[in-house]
């Protein structure tokens, strides 16, 4: 499914998580061509129009995930996408993934934006108290922007992904709700856990000066 359009502004800069639009599939596929772009996520293959648009359809019936598209202050278009996935049920549990596909808003915090909103969505909404996410250990900036609202480093794949030449690892992620974490561990919470877990509670509590539904 799409999930509920969402404005997030810090410092005088807005990016809008909203709906994707079929019609924007085409702008999304040229984007989601490049090789610098797909380098460390799961897509090798430059994406079709056809293709996108029938992932666009697939997505927008799939009841587990929430996606949305990701549109800075300046554009109308979108110009990637972010999402929740594995949306749990007995588990409370979700994954989450993005992909910002136009090259002239990488560093310019739009990755951190869409993460503190996605993530106050999926805890205040959504309900989740996990989300599990991973990253390529050489995407150094996209782990910097999860650390930043809470996830924590809690495992590693080796040698799992190959490109440019060689095998590389990747960083297994964790976000752990801080409000529910006495029912998550009911034995006491493991104290490497607290940094990340503070991280998550200033994120959450900071969230609703900057995040709003439209
Ligand atoms: C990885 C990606 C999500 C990062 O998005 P972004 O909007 O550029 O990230 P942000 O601007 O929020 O930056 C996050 C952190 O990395 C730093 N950073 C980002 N780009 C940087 C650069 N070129 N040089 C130095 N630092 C950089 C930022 O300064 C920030 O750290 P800070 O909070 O300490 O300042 C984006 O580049 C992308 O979508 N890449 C292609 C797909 C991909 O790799 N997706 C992630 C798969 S796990």
């Known amino acids: 499914m799409f999930a509920n359009p969402i404005r997030i502004e810090i410092d005088g800069f807005g990016v809008t998580l909203r709906p994707l639009r079929k019609n924007e599939m085409e702008h999304i596929a040229e984007l989601f061509a490049s090789m610098e772009v797909l380098r460390y996520t799961n897509m090798v293959y430059a994406p079709t129009v056809q293709g996108e648009e029938e992932w666009w359809e697939k997505a927008s019936k ?7 598209g990701i549109v800075p202050d300046g ?51 959504l309900n989740r108290y996990t989300i599990q996410s991973q990253v390529r250990t050489k995407n150094a900036y996209s782990l910097k922007a999860l650390l930043k609202v ?3 480093v809690s495992g590693r794949f080796d040698c799992n992904c190959f490109h440019d030449g060689v095998f590389c690892d990747t960083w297994v992620l964790s976000w752990v709700n801080p409000y529910k974490v006495n ?17 998550a509670k200033q994120a959450l509590n900071f969230a609703p000066q900057a995040v709003k539904f439209l």
Do not use: F, M
């Not at 799939?62 to 949305?68: L, S």
């Not at 049920?89 to 990488?106: F, H, Q």
């Not at 029912?183 to 990340?196: A, C, D, H, R, W």
């Open 150 to 152: 809470g996830y924590r």
């Open 62 to 68: 799939e009841p587990n995930t929430a996606i949305w």
């Open 183 to 199: 029912v998550l561990y009911p034995n006491g919470v493991p104290k490497e856990l607290q940094p990340s877990l503070d991280k």
């Open 75 to 125: 554009e109308d278009t979108a110009v990637g996408v972010t999402g929740l996935h594995q949306i749990n049920a007995i588990n409370l549990s979700c994954t989450s993934g993005i992909i910002i596909g136009d090259r002239k808003w990488w560093h310019k915090g739009v990755a951190y934006r869409a993460h503190l909103a996605r993530t106050w969505y999926a805890a205040n909404t």
